[in-house]
Structures are given as structure tokens and as C-alpha cells.
């Protein structure tokens, strides 16, 4: 194995490794988020908790999809609210989506492009940004996020 197989290798596993922990994090966060207030918008022109991560979820999916070398089409933006419009639901999609983006990455045994590892670096960065996001509103629901807790 050349050295330069070897860095792909390690940033493909540093992507994927991140991406998996990363998805975790958030659903922790929405587990402990209540399910009271999982679709009750925070504020005027703002997304609900529920909202977020369909959002999340479908761009994990788009990830899966454009690694595998399918054409992924990004219009809806979100999983349907009419299939995942529960708390139950709307995580399982999290979950799931994660999980496929996270095999989708480690299916390609290190063979992770440029454009590869662009994109799934840009979605580990979209959930963090989203993480950041929901983190705030689950502060405001008086729920102190777990990757937070002493």
C-alpha cells in the first residue's frame, strides 16, 4: 500500500467515524427533547426541532445516494412530515439516514475521492451547524443537551 492510498484511507475513515458521531449527537439531543415541543416553532420564521431533522435526515440520505454514485435529487429538502411527523418517527429518519450515509461512505473501502470526501465533510459540517441550532432550542425547553452534562 503507497503512502498516498494510506492518507486516503485514514481521511475516509476520519470522515465516516466523524459523520457517525456526529449523527449520534443529535439524536441524543432529540431524544431528550420534549416531545411536546417537537414541532412547536420557536420563534417567528424559524424551523421546528421535528423540521430540523427531516432536514438533516434527508441530506444524509442525498449523501448516501451521490456516493454511491446515484443521482440524488435535492428539491424537497426534507423527509416528508407525513411519514416522519412524530418525534418517534422524524428520529428513526435520523438515525436511519445516518446509518445508510455512514455505510455508503465505509462501502467504498477507502476509496473516497476528492468530490467524496468534499461532500461528506459539508454534511458532517451541516449537522454540526444544525447541532449548534437545536442545542439552543433545547436550552430554551430548559433541557440541558447531553454532550453538555458533567
Known amino acids: 500500500m503507497t503512502a498516498k492510498n494510506t492518507e486516503k484511507q485514514?481521511?475516509?475513515?476520519?470522515?465516516?467515524?466523524?459523520?457517525?458521531?456526529?449523527g449520534e449527537k443529535l439524536a441524543a439531543l432529540a431524544r431528550e427533547y420534549p416531545e411536546g415541543k417537537f414541532e412547536?416553532?420557536?420563534?417567528?420564521?424559524?424551523?421546528?426541532?421535528?423540521?430540523?431533522?427531516?432536514?438533516?435526515?434527508?441530506?444524509?440520505?442525498?449523501?448516501?445516494?451521490t456516493v454511491r454514485g446515484k443521482k440524488a435529487d435535492g428539491s424537497a429538502n426534507e423527509l416528508p412530515k407525513s411519514q416522519y411527523g412524530t418525534k418517534t418517527l422524524a428520529i428513526?429518519?435520523?438515525?436511519?439516514?445516518?446509518?445508510?450515509?455512514?455505510?455508503?461512505?465505509?462501502?467504498?473501502?477507502?476509496?473516497?475521492?476528492?468530490e467524496k470526501a468534499a461532500q461528506a465533510q459539508g454534511i458532517v459540517e451541516h449537522i454540526c451547524e444544525h447541532y449548534g441550532q437545536l442545542a439552543?432550542?433545547?436550552?430554551?425547553?430548559?433541557?440541558?443537551?447531553?454532550?453538555?452534562r458533567s
Do not use: C, K, M, Q
Not at 439552543?136 to 453538555?148: K, N, Q, W
Open 10 to 22: 485514514a481521511i475516509a475513515v476520519i470522515l465516516t467515524n466523524r459523520l457517525a458521531e456526529s
Open 40 to 65: 412547536t416553532v420557536p420563534a417567528a420564521g424559524t424551523r421546528t426541532f421535528g423540521d430540523v431533522l427531516r432536514h438533516v435526515a434527508f441530506w444524509n440520505l442525498y449523501l448516501a445516494e
Open 92 to 114: 428513526r429518519g435520523l438515525t436511519e439516514s445516518t446509518s445508510d450515509a455512514v455505510a455508503a461512505l465505509r462501502d467504498l473501502n477507502g476509496g473516497l475521492d476528492a
Open 136 to 148: 439552543v432550542y433545547a436550552r430554551l425547553a430548559g433541557v440541558v443537551p447531553p454532550a453538555s
